[in-house]
C-alpha cells in the first residue's frame, strides 16, 4: 500500500485525487492532507480517510478546527505547517495540487526525500524549474506531471529515445473567449470568464485559461520537464479537447494521448507509474464525439502566450516575475479592481521594470517574488 500526501485537497485535483483512492482502498492510504481555509470539506476527509497529520494555511481556521478534531490528528498551521508535513516524510507519494507560489517549497522538501513528485502544481516549474532539475537530479527523484497535456506527452514518449523528438505539440482548448472578438475583451466580465467550456478548475486556474496564461505556463514547465527548447514546443487549439497532447519524431511519425476530459486519468497515471490500473469510470466513445479540430493560436489576441514564449529566452528569474505578476493581475481582475484587459498590461509593466536575476538560485527567486508582488500591489492598490 502507498501512502500519498495530498496538498490542496479541497481544490478539483485533491478532490479527483481522493476520488481515485476510494476506488482503490486497498492500494492507497492517506497519510496527510492540506487546504487553505475550507475545513467544512476537510473536516468530512479527515473523519473518511483518517489522515495523521493536516495542515490549513489560514491559522484562524486550523485553530478552529483543532477544537473539534483535538486528539483525532495533528493539526498544523500557515506556510510553515506546509513545510513540517512534507519534511515528516511519511509518504511516498506527494500530489502537489497547490496554486502558486505555494507550491514550491513543500515540492522542494519532498524532493530531498527522494518522494515521488505527482505535480499538478505548474508554477514550481515555471519560477524555479532550473532550481527544481538541479535539485531532483542531485537526490534522484522523478516528477511525474499530473497536467493532462504534460501526461500526455510524458506517456507519448515511455519507450523513446529523447534524440528523435523532432518537437511536442501542447493541446489547448482556447478557453471560453475562442471564438470572441479581441475588441470585445474589454467588457468580459468575471462570470464570463469563469465559464470555461471542458473543465471544471479552481477560480484563479480558470482565469488563466481564459487568457491563454495557463497554456504559457505549460509551455515553460514543458521546456523544464522534457529539456527542449522553445522552438521545439507548439501549441495548438483542440476546442474538444480530446486529444490532450502529442510527440512528433524525426521520422514524421507522430504519437497522440486521447481520452474524454477527465483529470482522473492523469492523477491515476501519476499515482500508478509504470503500472495502469483497470479504471472503467472514465469512457471515450469516438462515435459520439464526431470531429476533431485543430486550429493555430492567435497570438496577437492572446498576448499573455505570446509573453510567456518571451520569457523562456529572457531566462533568469523572469518567469519568476511573470508568475507573481500573472497571480496579482489574476487576483485583482477577480476581485472587480482590474478589466480583463489589463491582465496582461500589468504582467508586462512588471517584467519591464523588475530585475531580472540571472543567477536562479532559491534566495533570487524568493526575492523577486517578493519584490514584484510588492510592486504590482503598490501601484495598482
Same mark, same amino acid.
Given at each position: ?111 530531498? @526525500?527522494? +518522494? ?5 502544481? =505548474?508554477? $514550481?516549474?515555471?519560477? /524555479?524549474? *532550473?532550481?527544481? &532539475? ?43 473567449? @475562442?471564438? +470572441? ?5 474589454? =467588457?468580459? $466580465?468575471?462570470?464570463? /470568464?469563469? *465559464?470555461?467550456? &471542458? ?183
Amino acid at each position: 500500500m502507498k501512502k500519498v500526501l495530498v496538498l490542496g485537497s479541497t481544490g478539483s485535483i485533491g478532490l479527483n485525487t481522493l476520488e481515485i483512492i476510494r476506488k482503490f482502498p486497498y492500494d492507497f492510504e492517506i497519510t496527510g492532507l492540506s487546504v487553505n481555509q475550507n475545513i467544512g470539506i476537510l473536516a468530512k476527509q479527515i473523519e473518511e480517510f483518517h489522515p495523521g497529520t493536516v495542515v490549513v494555511c489560514n491559522k484562524l481556521k486550523a485553530a478552529e478546527l483543532k477544537c473539534k478534531f483535538a486528539g483525532k490528528c495533528e493539526i498544523l498551521a500557515g506556510d510553515e505547517g506546509l513545510i513540517e508535513i512534507t519534511q515528516k516524510g511519511d509518504y511516498d507519494i506527494i500530489v502537489c495540487a497547490l496554486v502558486g507560489f505555494a507550491g514550491l517549497a513543500p515540492t522542494i522538501e519532498a524532493i530531498k @526525500l527522494k +518522494k515521488r513528485i505527482a505535480l499538478a502544481n =505548474k508554477e $514550481t516549474l515555471v519560477i /524555479a524549474g *532550473d532550481y527544481v &532539475n538541479n535539485l531532483c537530479v542531485k537526490y534522484d527523484t522523478k516528477i511525474i506531471p499530473i497536467d493532462s497535456e504534460h501526461s500526455a506527452i510524458f506517456q507519448c514518449l515511455v519507450g523513446e529515445y529523447h534524440r528523435y523528438i523532432k518537437k511536442i505539440i501542447l493541446t489547448a482548448s482556447g478557453g471560453p473567449f @475562442l471564438n +470572441k472578438d479581441k475588441s470585445e475583451f474589454q =467588457k468580459i $466580465t468575471v462570470t464570463e /470568464a469563469l *465559464d470555461h467550456p &471542458n473543465w471544471k478548475m479552481g477560480n484563479k486556474i480558470t482565469i488563466d485559461s481564459a487568457t491563454m496564461m495557463n497554456k504559457g505556463f505549460e509551455v515553460i514547465e514543458a521546456f523544464w520537464l522534457f529539456n527542449l527548447p522553445k522552438e521545439q514546443i507548439e501549441v495548438i487549439i483542440h476546442p474538444q479537447s480530446i486529444i490532450h497532447s502529442m510527440v512528433e519524431f524525426q521520422d514524421g511519425c507522430i504519437k497522440a494521448q486521447l481520452s474524454s476530459p477527465d483529470m482522473k486519468l492523469p492523477i491515476l497515471y501519476a499515482l500508478t507509474y509504470p503500472e495502469r490500473y483497470e479504471y472503467d469510470i472514465v469512457k471515450t466513445d469516438f462515435n459520439k464525439i464526431g470531429n476533431l479540430t485543430f486550429f493555430e493560436p492567435d497570438f496577437d489576441k492572446f498576448t499573455c502566450l505570446k509573453i510567456a514564449y518571451d520569457v523562456i529566452g529572457e531566462g533568469g528569474t523572469a518567469p519568476c516575475i511573470l508568475n507573481a505578476a500573472n497571480e496579482i493581475s489574476v487576483a485583482k481582475f477577480l476581485s472587480g479592481k482590474i478589466k480583463f484587459t489589463q491582465i496582461p498590461e500589468l504582467i508586462e509593466d512588471a517584467l519591464n521594470s523588475m530585475t531580472n536575476y540571472k543567477k536562479t538560485d532559491l534566495e533570487s527567486i524568493i526575492e523577486s517574488d517578493k519584490r514584484t508582488r510588492e510592486y504590482l500591489s503598490n501601484k495598482y492598490s
